[in-house]
């Protein structure tokens, strides 16, 4: 059974850092990994799906890489702002199954 | 969310009282799901529909019921049989398989 695995669970950094968050997951064939930003009280907003093929994606101060062998992704943020404070959640697609989750590393970035 | 709605944002329940949460979305996605999240606990899947008049059960599905009559709906019950049933629910829908997976904006459910 596929298990996905976000190290650590909470962060907390000053503004203007850049920094890395991990995903890790026990079953490397994978369709696709997806990251996800949740802000308190609300729902998910998807951020960066990365199909098994690629090994990276970017989007503005995003970028999520992908390691299928190793059965790793990390999503590095950039020049860190205090807006970019919330949960994010990795998730992994292994095809006919839905969706499984990490629990998420919570974020601070302090003004 | 954008194209999900899920009523109502915040619903009480009594002891031994069903209730239903709502989940409607406007994308023409096949797939519907509906999660629970606790605290330290992440999300939890408590059913998932793939194509209208059918639905699969998830990992936590026990005292809860759903239905998916129409394309565009799937209403969730968490009946009496659901003893710990506090916690924030979340709808999420996806139009093919593999493709990104869109979440409703959810409900807190506290019970009195």
């Known amino acids: 059974k596929q298990e996905v695995t976000q190290i650590p669970a909470a962060l907390s950094v000053p503004e203007g850092e850049n920094l890395v968050l991990n995903c890790s997951f026990t079953d490397s064939a994978i369709y696709n990994l997806q990251w996800f930003r949740q802000d308190p009280g609300k729902g998910l907003t998807s951020l960066l799906l990365?199909?098994?093929?690629?090994r990276e994606q970017t989007s503005g101060r995003l970028n999520a890489s992908l390691d299928k062998s190793s059965g790793r992704s990390t999503l590095y943020i950039a020049a860190s702002q205090p807006g970019d404070s919330a949960t994010y959640l990795c998730?992994?697609?292994?095809?006919?199954?839905?969706?499984?989750f990490g629990k998420g590393t919570r974020l601070s970035v302090i003004a | 969310d954008g194209g999900i709605t899920q009523s109502p944002k915040y619903l009480f329940r009594k002891e031994g009282q069903n209730v239903t949460l709502s989940c409607e979305q406007n994308l023409n996605h096949d797939a519907m799901y509906w999660y629970r999240q606790d605290p330290g606990q992440g999300l939890r899947l408590i059913y998932y529909s793939q194509i209208v008049n059918d639905f699969q059960k998830g990992d936590i599905a026990e005292g809860y019921s759903v239905s998916r009559e129409k394309k565009e709906s799937f209403p969730l019950t968490v009946t009496s049989a659901q003893k710990n049933p506090t916690a924030f629910y979340l709808c999420a829908t996806r139009a093919q398989p593999g493709e990104t997976q869109y979440f409703g904006p959810g409900t807190r459910l506290l019970v009195l």
């Open positions: 998730a992994v697609y292994s095809g006919n199954t839905p969706l499984v």
């Open positions: 990365i199909q098994s093929s690629q």
